[in-house]
């Protein structure tokens, strides 16, 4: 059995903590036959009835569940029908739910996505989620995190920036996991890179990176200095010299910048980037692709592997869930399949 082989088979064994936005995805699909006589778009005639996902911190979830790790997933929905929809599709695939609160006050965050002939006609999207620290339900999440921390494996912090991800909170998750030695990873939001000082890893595409690179350079102090002065990554040298630096700059064990068909790069303190090519064969929807690439790459972690290798095997599993349609996750039959026939 390879490397990789006994990775996988460790990943059962792991509990893994996710905090962070969790969203409903749903998926309307039709044919597209004419274009409106109102205005110039094309009428989707629907076929079946919608079609809902777990999305967000959800999706990160979901496929820590269905690569066999026990879950505990903390995060905010309402008290609507979407809500209770995103429960049952939870409950479905067999996540707890003990750590989803309940808000009357917002609305649970519902991503629709409009397909016709597999493509991608249209996105909708509705939320409204402001977590202030002085909110009864935000003690609770707060209580329950800190509560959880010191028996996981390893955190993932989902940041899709819908207000579950605050400062206060990040600064209380991330020193604790830091002090009882915890594996953690953050798939971060543009203006929340300051927070994730520290953590084992943060995997942001190579757009979120660009954007980082800006934020920190308008908010950065007299003291604290990003020494690039590009923003635009155009060469591996650019990739490189910003990895470098956002590792330098935010005392990060590691960074993974993934590419699209570029593959990815992996950044860790004191070493050489490492460049690992794409394994996609046939990219058909990229949706929830980077929520496969950080939960596999922290489970990973948490099973033993190197940085190299989780990222290798985050890179596997990425490269399968881009060749199917929506946020659907990677499973552990999949991704022994793809390490054995590599």
Do not use: W
Request: aromatic share 4%; net charge positive; charged share 25%.
């Amino acid at each position: 059995m390879s490397q990789y082989q006994h990775i996988i088979a460790r990943f059962k064994e792991k509990r893994i903590l996710v905090i962070g936005d969790v969203i409903l995805d749903q998926y309307i699909k039709g044919t597209v036959s004419r274009i409106s006589p109102e205005a110039p778009v094309p009428i989707v005639l629907q076929q079946g009835f919608p079609v809902y996902t777990p999305g967000g911190a959800a999706n990160v979830a979901s496929n820590l569940r269905s690569l066999g790790a026990k879950v505990t997933l903390i995060g905010k929905i309402g008290t609507d029908a979407d809500g209770k929809i995103l429960l049952k599709e939870l409950k479905k695939k067999k996540i707890n739910t003990a750590g989803i609160f309940a808000d009357k006050k917002i609305p649970t965050i519902l991503k629709t996505r409009i397909i016709a002939e597999h493509q991608q006609v249209l996105r909708v999207d509705r939320e409204e989620n402001v977590v202030l620290p002085d909110d009864p339900i935000y003690r609770r999440i707060r209580n329950l995190i800190l509560k959880s921390i010191p028996s996981a494996d390893g955190v993932i912090v989902s940041d899709y920036g819908k207000g579950m991800i605050n400062a206060a909170l990040v600064s209380e998750v991330c020193s604790l996991a830091i002090a009882k030695k915890k594996i953690i990873a953050v798939d971060p939001k543009v203006e929340h890179f300051s927070y994730y000082r520290g953590v084992t890893a943060i995997t942001p595409n190579k757009k979120e990176t660009e954007n980082a690179i800006r934020d920190i350079k308008i908010r950065q102090n007299a003291g604290r200095k990003l020494a690039i002065n590009v923003d635009v990554l155009k060469t591996d040298a650019d990739v490189d010299l910003a990895g470098q630096q956002l590792v330098k700059f935010l005392n990060l064990e590691s960074l993974l910048i993934t590419l699209g068909n570029q593959g990815m790069r992996l950044f860790e303190k004191g070493r050489k980037p490492v460049h690992i090519d794409t394994r996609a064969r046939e990219v058909f929807d990229v949706t929830g692709a980077g929520d496969t690439v950080i939960s596999v790459f922290t489970l990973s972690l948490a099973a033993g592997a190197s940085k190299h290798e989780a990222a290798d095997l985050s890179n596997y599993a990425a490269g399968i869930v881009v060749g199917k349609m929506g946020a659907v996750p990677v499973t552990r039959k999949e991704l022994l399949a793809a390490v054995r026939t590599s």
